[in-house]
């Protein structure tokens, strides 16, 4: 069974970093892809980053955010960087491999001001 498991979320300042990590278990292979989605309260689930073909981020957080994969470990990491209290919220490891998609529990980050 493939478990996806964050970790690293917290309370920052604004201003602050953080890092989350994202690890896999129950797979032998690698994910096509794998990314970080956010929920903050009353709004819809969105997309914060994600790498496979190609690494894509969301327009909020271009510059302050970098996504990173270590293929051998099957884990990725989100390095969070000036982060905003609108960046507080869950966020969600995702990962697909071959057309199934895969969520973490999520961790919850959150930016004080």
């Known amino acids: 069974q493939v478990q996806l498991v964050e970790s690293g979320g917290g309370l920052v300042q604004a201003g602050g970093s953080l890092r989350l990590s994202c690890a896999a278990s129950?797979?032998?292979?690698?994910?096509?892809?794998m990314g970080w989605y956010r929920q903050a309260p009353g709004k819809q689930r969105e997309l914060v980053a994600i790498s496979g073909g190609r690494t894509n981020y969301a327009d909020s957080v271009k510059g302050r955010f970098t996504i990173s994969r270590d293929n051998a470990k099957n884990t990725a990491y989100l390095q969070m960087n000036s982060l905003k209290p609108e960046d507080t919220g869950v966020y969600l490891c995702?990962?697909?491999?071959?057309?199934?998609?895969?969520w973490g529990q999520g961790t919850q980050v959150t930016v004080s001001s």
């Open positions: 995702n990962a697909v491999f071959d057309k199934i998609t895969y």
């Open positions: 129950g797979i032998m292979f690698r994910f096509n892809a």
